[in-house]
């Protein structure tokens, strides 16, 4: 499960880029009751989503040439320049050389060798969402990909991850955990596209999911405020209750009400 004890390899931060900030934001207080807070004029446009005082992710304009509203996670790094020596030596690419952000931290952003993006934070002053796993927060990742095979060797090679494949669907299904961790240090799920997926649309990307208290509830008021549904609430046993949209803009949303969860 994701947890705010950060270890390297382990989700740490996660954040949206869309044509509309503020627009955006409205559609996820509605949603989760979050609250923006602006990072300040000298952050561009970048904020954070604050609920109950914690950040739970941030949200900024799109910045690179064709982007499309899309959520990025960012995975712990103790070394942003190694990491990024390890993606390029393991066939992926660097959209985003390491840098600075003031004192919060280094990140850097890449792109998988099947087309998914994704980031890493590398702490200072700020190590990462001060919130996982509660309702209306962050709780799962999930890579849809054109080769499972591929993924989990590349993010093995770059994360260290342990990986544990598990008999659900015809497609298979991945878990990824931190190094050493366990089935307690699992945060992710990697899963095999199929044709009729790419038919539909779907492309290789990394989405979220949040924990919700009812999964229905938040579903209906998400269409209400235009999102376009990907699949409705649906129950998977052992797992929880589940559905994925697409936001007003276009960026995936997975919601959640785990069986074990808050």
Known sequence: ???????????????????????AAGFYEALFGWE???????????????????????????????????WTP????????????????????????????????????????????????????????????????????ELYTTNAPGAKDFYRSVFSWDLQDMDFGPAGYTIASSPGGGQDASHSGIMQLGQENLDAGSR?????????????VVYAR???????????PMDAPGVGRMAMFLDPYGAVVGIIKSDSGA
């Open 222 to 232: 998400a269409v209400e405020r235009g999102a376009t549904t990907l699949f409705p």
């Open 1 to 23: 499960m994701l947890t705010t004890s950060y270890v390297a390899g382990a989700p740490n931060w996660i954040d949206l880029g869309t044509p509309d900030v503020e627009a």
């Open 74 to 141: 960012y995975f712990q790094t103790a070394d942003a320049d190694a990491t990024t020596k390890a993606v390029e030596q393991a066939g992926g690419r660097v959209r985003v050389q390491p840098d600075d952000v003031f004192t919060a931290g280094r990140m850097a952003a890449y792109t998988d060798p099947a087309g998914a993006d994704f980031a890493v934070w590398q702490p200072r002053d700020t190590a990462g969402l001060e919130a996982v796993t509660d309702v209306n927060t962050l709780c799962w990742l």
């Open 204 to 216: 290789p990307e990394w989405h979220p999911y949040f924990e919700v208290a009812d999964c229905d």
């Open 36 to 70: 923006l807070e602006s990072a300040g004029p000298e952050a561009g446009g970048y904020g954070f989503f604050k609920l109950d005082g914690k950040t739970v992710a941030a949200v900024g304009p799109l910045t690179e040439e064709g982007a499309g509203s899309a």
